[in-house]
């Protein structure tokens, strides 16, 4: 695991935050450097394994469906262009940070985590299975585990701190905290994104279970797309042509990781377990599978 890089360290830019997975750093008053590394967290737990060109990956998922969104829906988001050595010049210390960096715009990240859901699955079908209804959505008697909605469903949840829970919440909450008209675009902008992705991702054989979103705004209030999108981090990814309603299926995404971990004695509380070869390999090849598929050209 020679070309993983677990955290980052860019001696002449300040380090402003060190996410589960991506670590920012301030450029200059415009600008954020994004790092995304090959840390994995599970069950809001940053593991000590790293996955092998995850960050790589990752980056490169989410820069494709920025571009798309941007193309096909209008949508802006947060990509400058700008190259890494304009802000990394020293070649030994952006080697490690080459394919997994993004030069940012600096934006206002919106407190609120926008989850569009097309499956029953997670916690939206615990919340199912008690109520009859997601975030406060009444959805049909009847359904089963991993059961196709009748139509996506925006399901907000909050953002919450480097290993603290996010938590479901209903649209009423989210027009408290951000005003009715930011909460409809935020609203309107997911389901639109999930609709358009979700058609697409299925002519290549994926099925996009649910994800999450975040959004930022400019100073003009402007909103853009953020962080990172329709990953199998912030994604749940199932093969098609594997899938079938009733029982949680396969997927692209770090689900395989939570079944191992759920299989051991572990409380789901720091210091997390250490995953074997076997385990990482088969999540590299999962998230690799995951870009192949989706970014081949048809």
């Known amino acids: 695991m020679n070309d993983t890089l677990l955290e980052s360290h860019i001696p002449d830019l300040q380090l402003v935050h060190r996410g589960k997975v991506r670590d920012l750093y301030a450029v200059d008053a415009d600008h954020w450097l994004m790092v995304t590394t090959d840390r994995l967290s599970a069950f809001d737990v940053i593991l000590p394994t790293p996955v092998p060109d995850k960050g790589r990956v990752l980056t490169e998922i989410t820069c494709f469906w920025m571009d798309k969104v941007q193309r096909e829906l209008g949508i802006p988001n947060q990509l400058t262009g700008i190259p890494l050595a304009e802000v990394v010049p020293d070649p030994a210390i952006r080697a490690p940070l080459e394919g997994r960096s ?10 609120v985590e926008a989850v569009v859901r097309g499956y029953l699955i997670g916690s ?17 008697a009847g359904l089963e585990l991993a059961a196709r909605l009748p139509e996506p469903i925006f399901t907000p949840s909050t953002k919450a701190e480097v290993g603290d829970h996010d938590a479901n919440i209903d649209f009423a909450t989210v027009i408290e905290t951000l005003g009715r008209e930011r909460a409809d675009a935020v609203r309107d902008a997911s389901l639109a994104i999930y609709a358009m992705a979700r058609d697409f991702a299925a002519e290549r054989g994926i099925l996009i279970a649910d994800t999450k979103f975040e959004f ?3 100073g003009t209030g402007r909103l853009h797309l953020i962080d990172e999108v329709l990953t199998p981090d912030s994604s749940r990814f199932w093969p098609a042509d594997r899938y079938a309603p009733g029982r949680s299926p396969d997927s692209f995404d770090k ?10 004695n572990w409380d789901k509380q720091p210091p997390a377990p250490e995953l074997p070869p076997e385990v990482v390999e088969q999540t590299a090849r ?3 599978e995951a870009l192949e598929r989706l970014t081949r050209k048809a």
């Open 102 to 111: 993004l030069v940012i715009r600096r934006l206002e990240a919106l407190p």
């Open 124 to 140: 939206g079908w615990n919340d199912y299975r008690t109520s009859g209804k997601v975030c406060g959505i009444a959805l049909p």
């Open 216 to 218: 930022g705004v400019d």
């Open 255 to 264: 689900q395989y990781v939570r079944d191992y971990l759920e299989g051991l």
């Open 286 to 288: 999962r998230y690799r």
